[in-house]
């Protein structure tokens, strides 16, 4: 489909500023998590679930919301706000290979609400309302980032005028599915352990963390499908940077959780020693 490359006086003064809302958000959350590393007081603030420090003190206008509640609505936000961006696109005689990011990123939003509805087991603790909005306004930035900049683009929709049926973009296609599998069967293996064990076994015995690594990977395929549209690599270097210091966080939680595990071992083994010399 060829879509006309003129635009309205409106279109010239809304694309722009949306284009830098977007730059602007993207570059401060990266620079934001690149604080987290050499701030503690921050990490800790910004941190949920097993990893977070029950003994910090939240401000006053802090409001704590329960996790479940909390993942679910974002990625039924997440949901909702692609699915009218897709349905904008179809009424706006996108081509049909400039949709294919949303309509992968659909497929990737309503598996995760399956997967926090009925596959995860999400923890009881709480997220402050910082995080909450903050992950909100993740999924609603996220979704509309690719046609945002391609609106922007003079001449339009001429970039990625090709074949879907080519290898490299096969590749990609089962790229994407197979990262998608394979989180999937991660969250499902993570959800059969009792509360805070250290997963072992499959997946586990190459990394803390694989269904980080096969998050990223879901976001580093965006990319590639998109290799000039540099919001999308944006999207991808904060997603790295978000889950690679999850990633970290976790190592050093699983690696506490170790060294206590010894000790309570060594202490078990003292205690049997003593009671076989008392005999």
Not at 32 to 49: A, I, M, N, R, V
Request: glycine content about 4%; charged content about 20%; some cysteine.
């Amino acid at each position: 489909a060829v879509v006309s490359t003129q635009s309205t006086g409106c279109e010239d003064m809304i694309n722009p500023l949306l284009l830098d809302g977007e730059l602007v958000y993207w570059v401060s959350a990266i620079s934001f998590y690149t604080l987290k590393y050499c701030w503690k007081y921050l990490d800790d603030f910004t941190t949920y679930g097993k990893l977070q420090d029950d003994k910090l003190t939240q401000p006053w206008f802090v409001v704590l919301i329960s996790n479940k509640f909390a993942w679910r609505s974002f990625y039924l936000l997440g949901l909702c706000w692609n699915t009218i961006v897709l349905l904008t696109g179809f009424v706006l005689s996108v081509p049909s290979n400039y949709l294919i990011f949303n309509a992968l990123l659909e497929f990737q939003l309503a598996r995760r609400f399956w997967e926090s509805m009925y596959v995860q087991n999400i923890s009881d603790g709480k997220m402050n309302s910082v995080l909450f909005i903050a992950g909100h306004s993740f999924y609603f930035v996220l979704c509309p980032s690719f046609l945002i900049e391609e609106f922007n683009k003079t001449p339009r929709w001429v970039d990625y005028n090709y074949n879907l049926d080519s290898p490299y973009y096969l590749i990609l296609f089962a790229l994407f599915l197979l990262a998608s599998l394979g989180q999937y069967l991660t969250h499902k293996e993570l959800a059969t352990l009792k509360k805070y064990t250290i997963p072992k076994g499959g997946f586990f015995s190459f990394s803390y963390c694989p269904h980080y690594i096969f998050e990223m990977v879901i976001y580093l395929s965006f990319g590639l499908f998109y290799p000039r549209n540099y919001l999308i690599w944006l999207v991808f270097g904060f997603v790295v940077m978000n889950l690679s210091h999850s990633y970290w966080r976790t190592k050093l939680f699983y690696r506490k959780k170790l060294q206590e595990l010894y000790k309570q071992k060594k202490i078990r083994v003292k205690k049997y020693k003593k009671k076989k010399k008392k005999k």
